[in-house]
T-cell receptor
Framework: DTGVSQDPRHKITKRGQNVTFRCDPI?????LYWYRQTLGQGPEFLTY????????KSRLLSDRFSAERPKGSFSTLEIQRTEQGDSAMYLC?????????????FGPGTRLTVL | KNQVEQSPQSLIILEGKNCTLQ??????????LRWYKQDTGRGPVSLTI?????NTKSNGRYTATLDADTKQSSLHITASQLSDSASYIC????????????FGRGTSLIVHP
């Protein structure tokens, strides 16, 4: 257990529905990242926050994807009008701003299945 | 373009044997390189992290090496165990102001009894 938690762990939804995932980072970590991972691939960067500011969102896969971190603590990732191609593992990671390695600690992921 | 290439894509070995996984990168300017282990259906867990000045780092039966000149890294697993069956992902970060690391696709390792 890295200290990063994600909820839910699994989500099955029908095409066209909206889904929202939550990530709770390690408490003192000010950076939070979202990734998507499909089978046999490495994690694909989506977006990241420093405190409550979303510093990079150009790699969100489409305008159906959005993320928030309103108080600089937990974050949510929402996918609107889900498509079957959205089926994947969604990973959250957190890190602390330092002059060191900016090592990211990953949560267990949310497995999304779109029927 | 920053890239991380890993080989082999998959590997099957017998329990107790050693193996070596490779990682080549083109990330520049280089900050650090990490190896993660990812069990099926779980998030990645860090094994080792190395900066430019480090050329080897060990974590139990895992030993990572880094050649910053050739931009290559390897992860050596000694006396493999069934629990080593997982995907091993190489991740390289840049000092170029972006906190977005570059991930390899991973090597899938299966250890058979």
């Amino acid at each position: 257990d890295t200290g990063v938690s994600q909820d839910p762990r699994h989500k099955i939804t029908k095409r066209g529905q909206n889904v929202t995932f939550r990530c709770d980072p390690i408490s003192e970590h000010n950076r939070l990242y979202w990734y998507r991972q499909t089978l046999g691939q490495g994690p694909e960067f989506l977006t990241y926050f420093q405190n409550e500011a979303q510093l990079e969102k150009s790699r969100l896969l489409s305008d159906r994807f959005s993320a928030e971190r309103p108080k600089g603590s937990f974050s949510t990732l929402e996918i609107q009008r889900t498509e079957q191609g959205d089926s994947a593992m969604y990973l959250c990671a957190s890190s602390v701003d330092s002059k060191s390695y900016n090592e990211q600690f990953f949560g267990p992921g949310t497995r999304l299945t779109v029927l | 373009k920053n890239q991380v290439e890993q080989s082999p894509q998959s590997l099957i070995i017998l329990e107790g044997k050693n193996c070596t996984l490779q990682c080549n990168y083109t990330v520049s300017p280089f900050s650090n390189l990490r190896w993660y282990k990812q069990d099926t259906g779980r998030g990645p867990v860090s094994l080792t992290i190395m900066t430019f000045s480090e050329n080897t780092k060990s974590n139990g039966r895992y030993t990572a090496t880094l050649d910053a000149d050739t931009k290559q890294s390897s992860l050596h697993i000694t006396a493999s165990q069934l629990s080593d069956s997982a995907s091993y992902i190489c991740v390289v970060s840049s000092t170029g102001g972006s906190y977005i690391p570059t991930f390899g696709r991973g090597t899938s390792l299966i250890v058979h009894p």
